[in-house]
């Protein structure tokens, strides 16, 4: 089982990047799927969550707005596009899959997590 997160990067405040994770060794669509980050000397924080099959999701007040969460079930991949970055979004952003769409912010819930790719606003 493996979650990996691409497509974190250096960004000016304003700009955009699309976060990619790519899950492979289990059924993504049995998987409520989210996206948390966690920021130097902070706990892990829920930013977007998408139920198993696309129909529902949820947006940390922070990022209403401004980011979107998705899934293709049959890639086997999840995005979280994030349009006007501010520096408070810098952190290291994590793919999460859960079963239990009750448990979605709770970390410790999570059955898999990536190894998480790093987000930077900065000028």
């Known amino acids: 089982v493996q979650l990996v997160e691409s497509g974190g990067g250096l960004v000016q405040p304003g700009g955009s990047l699309r976060l990619s994770c790519a899950a492979s060794?289990?059924?993504?669509?049995?998987?409520?799927m989210a996206w948390f980050r966690q920021a130097p000397g902070k706990e892990r924080e829920l930013v977007a969550a998408?139920?198993?099959?696309?129909?529902?999701?949820r947006q940390v007040d922070s990022v209403k707005g401004r980011f979107t969460i998705s899934r293709d079930n049959v890639k086997n991949m999840v995005y979280l596009q994030m349009n006007s970055l501010k520096r408070d979004d810098t952190a290291v952003y994590y793919c999460?899959?859960?079963?239990?769409?009750?448990?979605?912010?709770?970390?410790?819930?999570?059955?898999?997590w990536g190894l998480g790719t790093q987000v930077t606003v900065s000028s």
């Open positions: 999460g899959a859960v079963t239990k769409w009750s448990d979605i912010s709770t970390p410790s819930s999570y059955d898999y």
């Open positions: 060794g289990f059924a993504l669509k049995t998987y409520h």
């Open positions: 998408i139920e198993n099959y696309g129909v529902g999701t």
